[in-house]
């Protein structure tokens, strides 16, 4: 079971809502250094007497579930939107998926403000929910922590580096 450090869910009486999971990973393409893992996850049922939707069952099935990557880049891409409150978009090719992410502003019926969190594969698949200010601004301050922790990183091997002795040839 692999624990999400940031979940939001967002159920529906439609059947159409979405679970988004944040969680710290390592990129073993780059000496396993912090990266964010974000997975979705499409809803499975509604139950009208509770008004509760569930998830779990659909954790398994490739064509409801999401998983992305995202570098530092594109944390900083989002954590730049929540900032100015702008979109930030990204695209993702891996094989033979192509996902693209997008995060835009929105004004609610009552005027708020607040963002809207799209994953898109192969044009088709849509996995999305609306992000509410204060949700937005804790996924900021997680990328915040991830890119300090990356940086932190990055400083330890270059000291490491830095103190390595040279050898004359």
């Excluded at 999971?21 to 139950?47: H, L, M």
């Excluded at 900083?76 to 693209?100: C, L, M, N, P, W």
């Amino acid at each position: 079971n692999i624990y999400q450090m940031i979940q939001l869910y967002k159920p529906n009486s439609r059947n159409e809502g979405c679970a988004f999971g944040f969680r710290e990973g390592v990129n073993n393409d780059r000496d396993a250094e912090p990266c964010v893992y974000v997975t979705a996850i499409k809803q499975f049922s509604w139950n009208s007497k509770t008004r509760n939707g569930s998830f779990s069952e659909n954790k398994d099935n490739p064509d409801k579930k999401i998983q992305i990557k995202l570098n530092e880049v594109e944390l900083g891409g989002f954590i730049a939107a929540v900032d100015r409150y702008q979109d930030f978009s990204a695209f993702h090719s891996y094989e033979d998926t192509k996902t693209s992410i997008t995060f835009k502003t929105y004004s609610k019926k009552g005027g708020e403000q607040a963002f809207s969190l799209t994953l898109t594969r192969n044009s088709a698949e849509k996995f999305g929910l609306g992000v509410e200010m204060g949700e937005a601004y804790l996924m900021a301050e997680y990328f915040r922590y991830i890119l300090r922790k990356l940086f932190h990183q990055r400083a330890v091997k270059q000291e490491e580096y830095r103190k390595k002795p040279t050898t004359d040839e």
